[in-house]
């Protein structure tokens, strides 16, 4: 069960707070990010909010202080003297902001990976088009499990994250139908990742598995019971891991 700090919703015309509303399943786009540390950073931070603006106005909510406005939220609910380690959630729709903050924890090291078939609407955004996939969430631990994602065999992303799949020394992820997360986008900016059709069926080719994603960072996962795949090392995992180290080390504090 998560554990909220807070869980409030606005009016996005004049920033009125009204009863909370988490928005699944309206016609929206959220997006989540690791905020941590006293005074408090946020990972990616101006990422997540180029990319959120970004899918709205594809999703055609448009307002001419949009920015302003979530910024706005985003710093009525957050305080310098807090010691965070937690995921903020931001969540709009035509009338709507509504924001959480949940404490994040950490993935275990014995972490596995169950895949269902399932096929997301628009899944090149991170809309609220989303109980589907929290109905598998809420059944388990996700510090030791996620749920996959696949459709018509294809392996598409998990229920929280990036998929990346390594052997040989290289890095593969899926060719499309999978929103892709600014964890993801930070080691693709530095890292040669290849797309590939990946299927179920021939993950026993890869040594690695390792997912990316705000709420977990990176994962190696250790195993994949349906097709009894087991890693076989953890070599690159230690390296992706160091490299989002970085990342963290050189965060900026958060501008309120």
């Known amino acids: 069960m998560a554990t909220f700090l807070l869980k409030k919703s606005y009016q996005l015309k004049n920033l009125k707070e009204i009863k909370f509303k988490d928005l ?7 997006t989540t990010m690791w905020i941590f540390g006293k005074p408090p950073k946020i990972l990616f931070f101006n990422n997540h909010i180029r990319k959120l603006i970004s899918s ?25 003297k807090t ?20 404490k994040r924890f950490s993935p275990k090291l014995n972490f596995n990976l169950k895949f269902i078939n399932l096929k997301r609407d628009r899944p090149e955004y991170k809309n609220l088009k989303y109980k589907k996939i929290l109905s598998h969430l809420k059944k388990i631990d996700n510090t030791m499990s996620d749920i996959g994602i696949m459709n018509k065999g294809k392996v ?6 990036n998929l ?27 890292i040669n990742i290849i797309k590939k059709d990946i299927y179920l069926n021939d993950l026993k080719e890869y040594d690695e598995i390792l997912l990316l994603g705000s709420g977990k960072g990176v994962v190696s996962v250790k195993k994949i019971e349906q097709i ?23 965060c900026d504090k958060y501008k309120f």
Do not use: C, M
């Open 24 to 30: 699944w399943e309206h016609h929206g786009i959220f």
């Open 56 to 80: 709205l106005v594809k999703y055609k909510i448009k307002n001419k202080f949009l920015k302003k406005n979530i910024v706005s939220v985003i710093n009525e609910n957050l305080s310098k």
């Open 83 to 102: 010691n965070y380690n937690h995921l903020l959630r931001v969540a709009i729709n035509k009338d709507i902001i509504s924001i959480s903050l949940r």
């Open 156 to 161: 598409l992303e998990t229920g929280t994250s």
């Open 164 to 190: 990346l799949f390594i052997k040989d020394k290289k890095v593969f992820t899926p060719k499309k139908n999978y929103y892709q997360g600014q964890t993801f986008k930070y080691f693709k900016s530095q």
């Open 228 to 250: 009894q795949w087991k890693r076989k090392s953890l070599r690159n995992y230690k390296i992706f891991f160091n490299r989002y180290k970085n990342a963290i080390k050189n």
